[in-house]
Every structure is written in C-alpha cells, then in structure tokens.
C-alpha cells in the first residue's frame, strides 16, 4: 500500500476515528471533519464517486484491515480490524521523528535495553528505530540523545512489546560528553 494512495489515507482516517466510520451515500460531505476528510480524494466535479470508494473498501477489506457493510438506508459502516489497527501503527511508527527544541535543557537521555533473545526480531527492530531516530550508540544497547523522548521511546516499546525491557534515564553530566556535544552540535 503506497503512503499517498487513497486507501493509505482512508484508513489512517479510519484509525483517527476510533476504527468506526459512517459514511451517508446521500449526504457523504456533510458529517464530522474525519468522515469529510477521509471521503475527500474521492470527489470529482463536486460528486461523490462512490463506486472507486467502494472499490478501495473492497481492496482493504480483501487484506482484513476493515470490515464494512451497507445498511439499507444507504449509510456504509467500516470498522478497522484488529490487523487493520495493527497496520496503522506500523505507519505511524514510520512516521515517527524526535523534534529537537529550540533551547536545550540540559539533560541527556539515556535509553537502555536488555532484550532476551526470544525476542531477537523485536530487539533488532527496536535498536534500528534507535539509529533511525539518531540516537547516539554509546553499546549496542545503549543509546543517548540530548532530546526529550519519553514519548517516544514509550511507544516504541509498546509496539514491540519490549516495555519491562526498557530503561530510560536522565543525565545531567557524564564523563566525556564534550565529544556528544559537538556531534549533536549543542555548542
């Protein structure tokens, strides 16, 4: 499923909206900012094209990611399954970024893990999330950054499971940070 494809969007509106979406075939612009915004892409010359809608329903209903059906007064129902929500996490997870603030705090975070091996693909998969996010390696697995990601690192551990084997900590000064310093360029 490409990022920008109409039905990427749909379900990440569908994820927005609690996993339930109620679409009225008699009035689909109207209704709450989600429905309006998920339904957008498939308006042309001010008419709702609702046979590709229903085509890329049928597309994502095909992988298990929703279920929908039609009531008899035309009002369609999509609900995001159970892997529908998983997939969405795994965009989010892609989408996911630190922002650096304008003014350092002064405080480095350290992440560290301790991962056993049963848990090889989530261990990986989280040191690569890591490096992604630009953390620092201080080992392989333990990791620093001058940035706050509490959030962050929470969510990181909950998609993969990993929560009991995460550390986060907060350093105010350490041996040899000069070196950090000028690779997150703080000075």
């Not at 008899?72 to 970024?97: C, H, M, S, Y």
């Not at 690192?153 to 986060?168: G, K, N, P, T």
Request: proline share 4%; hydrophobic share 40%; aromatic share 12%.
């Amino acid at each position: 499923m490409r990022k920008n494809s109409k039905s990427y969007r749909l379900l990440r509106y569908l994820a927005l909206g609690s996993g339930v979406l109620v679409v009225s075939a008699l009035a689909p612009a109207s209704g709450a900012q989600i429905v309006h915004a998920a339904i957008a892409g498939y308006f042309r010359k001010k008419r709702f094209e609702r046979n590709r809608f229903l085509q890329d329903l049928k597309r994502l209903q095909d992988r298990r990611l929703v279920s929908w059906r039609e009531h008899p007064d035309g009002r369609i129902e999509i609900v995001l399954t159970q892997q529908g929500k998983n997939k969405t996490l795994a965009f989010k997870l892609d989408e996911l970024k630190l922002t650096a603030p304008q003014r350092w705090d002064g405080k480095w975070r350290l992440v560290m893990f301790d991962i056993p091996k049963d848990h090889k693909f989530a261990r990986d998969a989280f040191r690569k999330k890591l490096r992604d996010l630009k953390f620092y390696p201080m080992q392989k697995s333990v990791f620093l950054t001058p940035y706050p990601c509490e959030d962050e690192i929470d969510f990181l551990a909950m998609v993969f499971e990993v929560r009991e084997h995460v550390l986060l900590l907060r350093v105010s000064r350490f041996e040899g940070e000069e070196k950090l310093r000028h690779h997150f360029q703080l000075d």
